[in-house]
């Protein structure tokens, strides 16, 4: 196994990563002739990531040999490499069989050497549903709404058709509701009929890291089916997350 891969959207890179941590200490990612790729589920088996991250997301993408193999990142190792990583600096990953070579170019060269790892991967569960709702928006504004909701509840209703999004937060002391349409600007698109369900904000609030490496989101909704969230990423990649809905 060799490949090198080198990023020059360093800060969206970081924050994909991050992302990931925070639902799997471990990753698993698949590196084909498309790209580099992720499925797994996170332990409580609540939410489910799919990630891709195309060749084009690259400056350079170079398999040894042009096979696909699988990359093992220790999400909290990586993470603390990458903290300190800032806009116009390039990452460079070089890995073969023994060691993973992380070099970070900006003010000054740092390089870091670990052990390659190549963990047992087993299978993911495939999620096929047929979803009536679908609206688009700015990643900026959903993590707005994420932040507001976090503050007040641990539960959030999400409500679609008729042309808008109705988001329902509330406890003892306090309700909360926000609408985003076409028409009040929040909503990019907006199509289909309802959709509805109660999700955990424990969960969507791992979201908001992702905000730099996505400029929009799809929210799609069923009746009590997993929420998809579907962020677009630079050159046709995205990074999906399917949360189970709650049951109480």
Do not use: W
């Amino acid at each position: 196994m060799r490949m090198k891969l080198k990023v020059v959207d360093t800060v969206a890179f970081r924050q994909i990563v991050e992302t990931v941590g925070e639902f799997m200490d471990e990753a698993n990612f698949l590196l084909d002739n498309e790209g580099m790729k992720l499925r797994g589920v996170e332990e409580s088996r609540v939410a489910l990531l799919d990630v891709f991250l195309p060749k084009a997301f690259f400056q350079s993408y170079e398999l040894d040999g042009g096979e696909s193999d699988y990359l093992t990142l220790k999400s909290e190792e990586i993470g603390n490499i990458l903290k300190k990583v800032k806009k116009g600096d390039i990452i460079t990953i070089n890995v073969d069989e023994k060691l993973m070579k992380i070099e970070l170019d900006g003010e000054f060269l740092r390089t870091y050497e670990i052990p390659s790892l190549k963990s047992k991967v087993s299978g993911t569960p495939t999620i096929n549903v047929q979803y009536p709702f679908k609206a688009r928006m700015l990643t900026q504004s959903f993590n707005e709404l994420i932040d507001q909701f976090n503050v007040i509840t641990d539960v959030i209703e999400l409500k679609g058709g008729e042309g808008k999004l109705t988001v329902k937060g509330e406890t003892e002391m306090m309700n909360m509701e926000m609408e985003l349409s076409l028409e009040n600007g929040l909503l990019l698109e907006c199509e289909g009929s309802e959709g509805m369900g109660r999700y955990g904000m424990e969960y969507l609030s791992k979201l908001v890291k992702v905000s730099n490496a996505s400029d929009v989101v799809n929210i799609m909704l069923g009746g009590n089916v997993p929420l998809k969230i579907d962020y677009e990423l630079a050159g046709g990649g995205h990074l999906d997350i399917y949360l189970a809905p709650r049951a109480d």
